[in-house]
């Protein structure tokens, strides 16, 4: 039987409303526009500008008081247009100080009476930490300057201080982990960013979002880091950026193991179960140096395997490692998964070159990951899924946000959407593996799809924009790191295109490694190269709110295609048509059919008295109301 023709009809202008073809933008954005620090085309404007700081830190982990001891040479360097009145310091540990408000509970075995600040110098003038004039708040400690820093210029800070490392066990990116191992970040008095984007009362453009739980992420300047670290004997430290003095703490066999592994794609066993308690250390001291990095973090332990291999991108040998406990089951697996993760994401998905000359995985955590950069901090708890998922994860986001300087704790679904969206893509691709589902070979995308549907009926779910400070539990940030922020970039690739999706993509990174984009400057980007007004897309998938919901009713015989409610999402549209002989049909109509802001598109269908039933797709398509997808004709 020959069956059908079908007919789409769109049933609303073709011309983009001025509300549709208009991208949604704070006032802060319009501002910066203004001041000409950004553009509408995308690219940082003519007046963009961004500080930076030079750190030179020596830090002292005492394993016996459980104690960080430090001392930081910094000078910082104003490039703003403003002349800075105060000076932010961000004390990331006071999220453990005995009355801190935090947005949940810490263990109380952890909590301390925060960092101790025993001396500030700021050029040359020492700082009375008594005075009324500090105004200490949570994570953030600003100290108003005797003497304004003006614009182009820069100012000098020495500071000493020590800290009570936390040890009781909850989930937690730093301290101390178990049998001697310890992961330490976030541990130096860091200048919070001064950008173009902030506005807070009294405290002009510093970033002076709290540290409050520990689930809000990075937004660091580009600094260049000297650090110097005492661990006690036998402890072996990785951590970011390059070793500098590596004959004074390695054995020449060491050196000659490591040197192996940086010439080789094979895997080498630097540290094998057979060299546990033996010497291969020489020294105690290790001092590291990492230039234009937006953070510095390291991992210590004795007695750690460690797996290394490397692996040739473009004219850059990759060194990749794994460090970890050699009772771990899974952990002789990441040094695999770690070569095959700087693979993909250099050569295929983004295909942007890694960007830094090692990827560390430590063996720290005791559930989930934490990316550093250059290394993660990772647990080796779950499965094979969940280990691969973690190690992709990490490495990938040493290019969001380390190589973008995104603002994460405003704008995480930037550095979340597009690293979970890449690791999705990997696991699919090389594995066959769906995260949300942990099972093989069902279709791509089924999975999130449905956890996008579950999470986003709950309370927890409001636009993108506003989500990352609202973060206060862990299944909100599974959903609003994981879920929420995948699914429209996965949707839009798939709308574009992903050979174009990443040509894009290369733009913005292109345009914007080393400073710090906002989602405006990504949407602004994207419509820029690839020469189309998507704002539709934007606004209604990341700055406004709505959910998914396609319905389908039919008049005669017209199928008509209703976005339900009344900020409907726009989907695409695929529509099965199932034929009493047992044979169907399915059109699909890309997601651009709503971009004039339609509410509704008709389908004619002809033979409907051959027509069993009609369908919308609701499992490669959000959808959360799956109740008027289906018509039984027949
Ligand atoms: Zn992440």
């Known amino acids: 039987m020959r069956i059908l023709i079908l007919i789409l009809v769109i049933t609303c202008p073709i011309i983009i409303s001025a509300q549709e073809a208009q991208l949604y933008e704070t006032v802060n954005y319009q501002n910066a526009v203004k001041n000409e620090t950004r553009s509408r085309n995308g690219k940082p404007g003519p007046m963009y500008w961004q500080n930076h700081a030079d750190y030179t830190i020596t830090v002292r982990l005492d394993t016996a008081l459980k104690r960080i001891f430090g001392k930081e040479s910094v000078t910082y360097f104003n490039e703003s247009p403003d002349t800075l009145t105060n000076i932010v310091l961000r004390l990331y540990q006071n999220r453990y100080k005995k009355g801190a408000v935090r947005d949940d509970e810490v263990h109380p075995g952890n909590i301390h009476e925060g960092v101790e600040l025993d001396t500030i110098i700021i050029n040359e003038t020492g700082i009375s930490l008594e005075s009324h004039r500090i105004m200490s708040n949570g994570t953030n400690f600003s100290i108003p300057l005797e003497n304004p820093l003006p614009s182009k210029s820069k100012l000098s800070i020495y500071c000493e201080w020590s800290y009570k490392l936390p040890l009781e066990p909850e989930f937690r990116r730093t301290g101390y982990y178990k049998d001697n191992a310890w992961f330490i970040g976030y541990f130096y008095p860091q200048i919070a960013v001064y950008d173009d984007m902030e506005f807070f009362p009294n405290m002009k453009g510093w970033d002076y979002m709290l540290f409050h739980k520990g689930l809000q992420e990075f937004y660091n300047d580009f600094n260049n880091y000297k650090v110097t670290i005492e661990v006690p004997e036998g402890f072996f430290v990785w951590g970011t950026g390059s070793l500098t003095n590596e004959e004074g703490v390695f054995t020449n066999s060491l050196i000659e193991r490591l040197d192996e592994a940086r010439t080789t794609d094979e895997k080498v066993e630097i540290l094998s179960k057979d060299d546990l308690n033996k010497d291969y250390l020489v020294g105690n001291i290790w001092e590291f140096e990492a230039n234009e990095v937006p953070d510095f973090a390291f991992g210590t332990a004795p007695n750690y395997l460690w797996d290394g291999t490397s692996i040739l991108i473009g004219d850059r040998r990759i060194f990749v490692d794994a460090a970890y406990h050699p009772e771990s089951v899974l952990y002789p697996q990441v040094i695999d998964i770690a070569k095959n993760s700087v693979k993909y994401t250099s050569e295929v998905f983004p295909g942007i070159h890694y960007p830094y000359s090692h990827a560390t995985t430590f063996n720290g955590m005791l559930s989930g990951g934490m990316e550093f950069p250059m290394i993660a901090n990772n647990s080796d708890d779950r499965d094979t899924v ?208 709503w971009k004039n802001g339609g509410k509704q598109v008709t389908i004619e269908i002809e033979n409907l008295e051959n027509v069993k039933s009609i369908s919308l797709d609701d499992k490669s398509v959000p959808d959360i109301n799956h109740g008027n997808n289906y018509i039984e004709i027949n």
């Open 386 to 593: 969940f280990l691969t998922l973690m190690t992709f994860h990490e490495i990938c986001h040493n290019y969001f946000p380390f190589l973008m300087g995104i603002n994460e704790k405003r704008y995480h679904f930037m550095d979340e959407g597009l690293t979970q969206f890449f690791t999705n893509r990997f696991l699919w691709d090389k594995h066959g593996m769906d995260f949300y589902t942990n099972t093989r070979g069902s279709v791509k995308s089924i999975g999130i799809y449905a956890a996008y549907n579950y999470f986003c009926v709950t309370t927890q779910d409001n636009s993108s924009l506003y989500n990352a400070y609202a973060q206060n539990d862990m299944n909100n940030a599974f959903y609003q790191y994981l879920i929420k922020p995948v699914v429209p970039f996965m949707l839009f690739a798939d709308m574009i295109g992903e050979d174009k999706f990443l040509f894009a993509l290369h733009e913005f990174v292109h345009r914007w490694k080393g400073k710090h984009p906002t989602p405006f400057d990504l949407f602004y980007t994207m419509n820029d190269v690839l020469d189309e007004n998507f704002n539709w897309f934007w606004n209604a998938w990341f700055l406004d709110f709505g959910y998914p919901d396609l319905g389908i009713e039919l008049q005669d015989n017209q199928a008509i295609i209703k976005r339900m409610g009344a900020r409907a999402l726009p989907l695409p549209v695929n529509l099965t048509i199932e034929y009493k002989d047992g044979t169907s049909t399915t059109i699909s109509k890309s997601m651009n059919i």
